[in-house]
């Protein structure tokens, strides 16, 4: 609020080792050293591999269908040249902006960017002070929520929500929105509202984002991805039969999950067992070769120019000081020379070709690669990818080289602003690539790792937090963004549990976003790190619930 050290797959913190090889024949198992046309025994055959077809939808039959038109084609005549043309034009933006979700995390600082920027949020992670925060103040009635979508559907049918969109409108026009996730009904309460959604369709996006597509899109880029086969599981022997060209050591993914949720590690029917239920659910998994890895990830944007790319971080995955799930994302990094020249430029190629694809397919905006990398012979591979913006982005949009441009979400947004610009993508790429221009940044997720149901009774601020050379922390002031850390002595807390809130196992706390590294060069958690995470969980008081039912709230806030 929507996941390294090097370490080997199966070792309970790693991120899953996962997926394919870069050719594009319709063999069931594909890796960057099979160029045979071997085919696993009884695996079910595989598909031409699919596009997303987008329905038809009909013509508009609303007036204000034919004023957008209208307006559209006024906007165009408006043209930018350049990066400093669109700085400029973010900074007198008259267009009402937003960001709805649980919390502002992903799109911190947008509102310093762009005029008229605000996040409308569920939770209230500063206590009424952030200028550019909106939270309803009346809880109404609603199901329990299940995720993020079912937490935007509901701010989008509050009565205070509904009002503070009127009270912005311009123009009789209310706006449009990003979301860190939605779905079918979001598009369907925005629209009744006039909102428009700054991101491709909510049925493209689950399309995308369906790990099995993933990787048949990353052969249709070019992609390399660690060996793997798409298969229907029956039972373990079908398991063994589809998978023999795999090893014994596997890592089977369903189609969706975050955080680690639905990536199980399978060497033997006794481990297989404990997951059978969930993988035999399945129509189609992903089954792939267990590899000793190293997690990374990156961010980019579709253009209409093309693909830009922002610098290659690594990931913090499975610490079980910060997460219960094994696979599980908890935190990045970004600091200059993290990875040789060589991974980082067959990163960058990966994502523009990549990004080249998708926008083939007809998204643009927004999204990030997870990469894995072979400890034993170097390799980099795809692992999966987010059709959104993510828990990462916060990393992305603060440093240096972003800062010097412009954040990459502004270029999402200027996609969808119906403004005609030009931009020289080569020369971006370039300068975001260049180590001088990155500083170093972490950031860790913070949840709760008990499997206990607890009561909050205190819980710390919001703002930014100093640390003594006793470990001892203690609140300093308030800021909005982790631009006001000045010093690695320094964090900026952002608060997700509050005082009155219920943890349970998997329930973000907060982030906590720092200069400097949290871990060390083979990638484990430094002490520095050991000492933040103890310091901030102490600042939390709470009373165990001993009949209280857990939420059903799964997955993360943060994503």
């Known amino acids: 609020m929507d996941n390294k050290k090097p370490k080997t797959t199966k070792d309970k913190k790693t991120k899953p080792a996962i997926k394919t090889g870069s050719d594009r024949t319709k063999i069931p198992i594909r890796g960057k050293s099979d160029n045979s046309k071997k085919q696993a025994p009884k695996a079910k055959p595989q598909p031409a591999a699919k596009k997303y077809t987008a329905k038809a939808k009909p013509a508009a039959s609303k007036a204000k269908g034919n004023k957008t038109a209208v307006k559209k084609a006024v906007s165009k005549k ?10 400029r034009s973010f ?3 008259e267009e009402p902006l937003y960001f709805i979700s649980a919390t502002n995390f992903n799109l911190l600082g947008a509102d310093e960017w762009i005029k008229g920027f605000k996040f409308i949020t569920y939770i209230e992670c500063f206590d009424g002070l952030h200028p550019n925060v909106f939270s309803p103040k009346q809880e109404i009635p609603h199901d329990d929520f299940e995720g993020i979508e079912d937490i935007n559907n509901y701010l989008l049918q509050h009565p205070e929500v509904q009002d503070y969109l009127k009270t912005r409108s311009v123009d009789g026009r209310p706006g449009k929105a990003m ?3 939605f779905n079918e009904e979001t598009e369907r309460l925005a629209d009744k509202l006039g909102l428009d959604i700054m991101f491709p369709s909510a049925e493209m996006r689950t399309f995308l984002d369906n790990k099995v597509n993933t990787n048949r899109i990353a052969e249709r880029a070019g992609v390399s991805c660690v060996p793997y086969v798409l298969s229907k599981v029956n039972d373990f022997e079908h398991l063994q039969e589809v998978s023999k060209e795999l090893g014994d050591k596997l890592v089977i993914q369903t189609p969706f999950g975050d955080s680690g949720h639905t990536t199980f590690f399978i060497s033997n029917e006794e481990e297989y067992q404990k997951y059978a239920e969930e993988i035999e659910a399945e129509d189609e998994v992903k089954i792939m070769k ?3 890895c190293r997690g990374s990830a990156i961010e980019a944007c579709v253009t209409r120019h093309g693909t830009i790319v922002a610098p290659l971080m690594t990931e913090l995955v499975g610490f079980e000081e910060l997460t219960p799930y094994e696979g599980g994302w908890c935190g990045n990094e970004i600091y200059p020379n993290a990875f040789t020249p060589e991974l980082r430029q067959k990163a960058i190629e990966n994502t523009q070709l990549f990004g080249d694809q998708l926008r083939k397919e007809g998204y643009k905006g927004y999204f990030e690669l997870d990469f894995l990398i072979d400890q034993d012979n170097g390799e980099i591979y795809l692992g999966e990818l987010n059709p959104r913006v993510t828990g990462a982005s916060s990393i992305t949009n603060h440093a240096v ?10 270029f999402h947004i200027l996609e969808w602003m119906d403004i005609e610009y030009d931009l020289d993508i080569a020369a971006i790429n370039k300068r975001w690539s260049n180590q001088e221009n990155l500083d170093g940044w972490s950031q860790l997720i913070i949840k709760h790792t008990e499997d206990t149901v607890e009561y909050v009774t205190g819980a710390p601020r919001s703002g930014i937090w100093r640390m003594y050379d006793t470990g001892h922390i203690q609140y300093d002031r308030m800021d909005t ?10 964090a900026f807390f952002l608060r997700i549990s509050k005082k009155g809130d219920y943890l ?3 329930a973000d706390m907060g982030i906590l976003v720092t200069r400097g590294r949290m871990m060390t060069d083979d990638f484990k958690l430094n002490n520095r790190a ?5 310091a901030i969980r102490s600042q939390y008081t709470s009373e165990m619930v001993e009949d209280k039912k857990k939420p059903n709230l799964s997955g993360t806030l943060t994503k």
């Open 401 to 410: 080289f972003a800062l010097a441009d412009a954040p990459l979400f502004v």
């Open 504 to 506: 349970y196992e998997g």
């Open 530 to 534: 050991k000492h933040w995470i103890k």
């Open 179 to 181: 979301f860190l996730m």
């Open 290 to 292: 267990r590899i000793r």
């Open 481 to 490: 963004h982790r631009r006001a850390v000045e010093n690695e002595n320094e």
């Open 78 to 87: 408006s043209e930018l040249n350049g990066v400093s043309d669109i700085r």
């Open 91 to 93: 900074h007198k933006n």
